[in-house]
């Protein structure tokens, strides 16, 4: 029903279509003509007013420091190390048999000189002991004797035809048997010399008394420490050094810096392994001084010269640059005092405090800005307040 009326409907004539087309075209046309044209009357009303305001001055001429530089073909570098300082000897002294402490001659700190007797343990038991033994070879000595004129006198009956060979040989050799017992003797006389000397102990050099672990009457065992003694002469600084400059080490003048007070060191040599946590080689560097800085942390110093052409300025000059280059503002001088500012790359070679060594597109004595370079861009023109 409802296609039947849809068909039966009739279209508008054609004129009707075409004139409801063009006013619709012409009230479009219309509205965009009006708002173009107040598009413009606006722009136009901007402009005048515009054109009624006075233009803004000029913005004034910077006025900057700046720092002459010229090229060098070297640089001095200073390369600093952290380290320990050694006694050159240290020694843990022991007894070398027990018994009880009875002499102990030295403190903590006391200086002491080689050869000095430093403690001693109770030395009776041995000297009963050597007593004992001396005794047993007077008696030896005493039979020896005995046994020697009894062999002259056999030899003389023999002479006579009063004795046998045999009576001969058996004083004679009773004889060697005791002068062989004399000598068993001697040689226990001696062990017991030596156990005696061991009951000393005594400095094996110049130093000082660093700890003292036992006191008076302490019984003592074999290898039980007594005293720490360590070299008061010469001390020695250990520290790591990166292996490529281990070449340099021995040309280079360095210094040791211990609670602010800068030492002259002498280089010692090179440990022949490298360390296999720090990867470094182990330097020894033997400090000139007699004042007591054993066990103190410092700081080596080593002066040494970059043989590298290059310019040296102030690390505040530096500016990040594209592809890891930094870039220094340098000035290039125009007319009427003025000075345009312009940028060149380089590359940071060796930093020394708050100078840096660099090279780039900087070419023969150039004037650079050294600080506030934030406040510049590239063609901008300055004028320059001081030169350094």
Same mark, same amino acid.
């Given at each position: 029903m409802s296609n039947s009326t849809a068909k039966d409907t009739p279209k508008p004539p054609l004129w009707k279509r075409t004139l409801r087309r063009g006013v619709t075209l012409t009230g479009t046309a219309s509205v965009i003509a009006v708002a173009a044209g107040a598009v413009w009357l606006g722009?136009?009303?901007?402009? =005048?007013?515009?054109?009624?305001?006075?233009a803004p001055p000029p913005a004034p001429i910077s006025t900057v420091a700046a720092m002459r530089v010229a090229p060098a073909d070297t640089m001095n570098v200073t390369r600093s190390f952290h380290g320990q300082v050694e006694a050159a000897q240290t020694v843990n002294m022991s007894f070398?048999?027990?018994?009880?402490?009875?002499?102990?001659?030295? &403190?903590? %700190?006391?200086?002491?000189?080689?050869g000095q007797v430093l403690a001693k343990l109770d030395t009776?038991? *041995?000297?009963?002991?050597? !007593?004992?033994?001396?005794? !047993?070879?007077?008696?030896?000595?005493? #039979?020896?004797?005995? !046994?020697?004129?009894?062999?002259?006198? #056999?030899?003389?009956?023999?002479?006579? %035809?009063?004795?046998?060979? #045999?009576?001969?040989?058996? =004083?004679?050799?009773?004889? @060697?048997?005791?002068?062989a017992q004399i000598a068993e003797v001697d040689a226990a006389i001696m062990q017991v010399d030596v156990r005696l000397s061991q009951t000393e102990l005594l400095a094996p050099f110049d130093g000082i008394v660093g700890a003292r672990h036992v006191d008076l009457g302490a019984i003592m065992a074999v290898g039980t420490p007594v005293l720490d003694i360590r070299e008061d002469s010469a001390p020695i600084f250990r520290v790591g050094i990166?292996?490529? *400059?281990? %070449? =340099?080490?021995? #040309?280079?003048?360095?210094?040791? !810096?211990?609670? %602010?007070?800068?030492? &002259?060191?002498?280089?010692?040599?090179f440990r022949p392994d490298l360390d296999a946590q720090t990867r470094t080689r182990t330097a020894l560097f033997e400090i000139e001084t007699d004042d007591p800085v054993y066990l103190a942390s410092g700081t080596l110093t080593l002066e040494s010269q970059l043989n590298q052409s290059g310019y040296a300025v102030p690390l505040r000059a530096l500016r990040d640059g594209v592809r890891g280059l930094w870039t220094v503002m340098v000035l290039t001088p125009g007319e009427d005092?003025?000075?345009?500012?312009?940028? @060149?790359?380089?590359?940071?070679?060796?930093?020394?405090?708050?100078?840096?060594f660099v090279r780039g597109t900087l070419q023969g004595d150039a004037m650079i800005v050294p600080d506030g370079t934030h406040r510049l861009v590239p063609g901008d023109q300055v004028r320059i307040r001081e030169a350094q």
């Open positions: 722009s136009a009303t901007l402009a =005048t007013r515009a054109a009624a305001v006075d070398e048999q027990g018994g009880r402490l009875n002499v102990l001659n030295v &403190d903590e %700190g006391d200086r002491v000189e080689a009776r038991i *041995l000297m009963a002991e050597r !007593s004992r033994l001396i005794a !047993s070879r007077d008696a030896l000595e005493a #039979q020896a004797e005995l !046994s020697r004129r009894t062999t002259d006198r #056999q030899k003389e009956l023999r002479n006579r %035809g009063f004795a046998s060979d #045999q009576a001969v040989d058996n =004083t004679a050799l009773n004889l @060697a048997a005791l002068q990166d292996p490529k *400059l281990a %070449g =340099t080490v021995e #040309q280079t003048e360095a210094k040791v !810096s211990l609670d %602010g007070v800068a030492y &002259d060191a002498r280089f010692v040599g005092e003025l000075y345009t500012a312009a940028s @060149a790359a380089v590359e940071v070679l060796q930093v020394e405090g708050d100078t840096a």
